[in-house]
């Protein structure tokens, strides 16, 4: 799939190819109808919050989407295929500048 990614802090958003997402066992996998960079996106993309919030490179930013759950964890009791949801994520699932879908964390 494809993403939108940094390959350094301060660097442009470049193209890249990655893996597509699968639901981990408490986790849904999210069709992106619309994503968004907030600022919280900025000051990663500067490098402003490495020392407290250290990511590997390349990384794809974006912290805002909304979508259509399209796959469903074995735990996951919540949400079910065909959702709408306008996810919070977190440090560690987050991204959706990607071309079909992201990881959200079953809360």
Same mark, same amino acid.
């Given at each position: 799939?494809?993403? !939108? /990614? =940094? @390959?350094?802090?301060?660097? *442009? #958003?470049? %193209? ?6 699968? /639901?981990?066992? @408490?986790?849904?996998?999210?069709? =992106?109808? /619309?994503?968004?960079?907030?600022? +919280?996106?900025?000051? #990663?993309?500067?490098?402003? #919050?490495?020392? =407290? #919030? *250290?990511?590997?490179?390349? %990384?794809? &930013? ?16 919540? !949400?079910?295929?065909? @959702?709408?949801?306008?996810?919070? &994520? ?6 959706? +500048? ?5 990881? /959200?964390?079953?809360?």
């Amino acid at each position: 799939m494809k993403a !939108f /990614a =940094i @390959d350094k802090y301060k660097g *442009p #958003l470049t %193209l890249h190819n990655v893996p597509e997402p699968a /639901a981990g066992p @408490d986790e849904v996998v999210v069709a =992106i109808g /619309a994503a968004s960079v907030n600022p +919280l996106d900025v000051k #990663l993309r500067q490098g402003a #919050l490495k020392p =407290i #919030l *250290p990511y590997d490179m390349p %990384l794809v &930013l974006g912290h805002g989407l909304s979508g259509t759950v399209i796959s469903v964890g074995s735990a996951t009791r919540r !949400f079910n295929v065909g @959702d709408q949801v306008l996810p919070a &994520l977190h440090r560690c699932w987050h991204a959706p +500048l990607r071309e079909d879908s992201t990881m /959200a964390r079953n809360w």
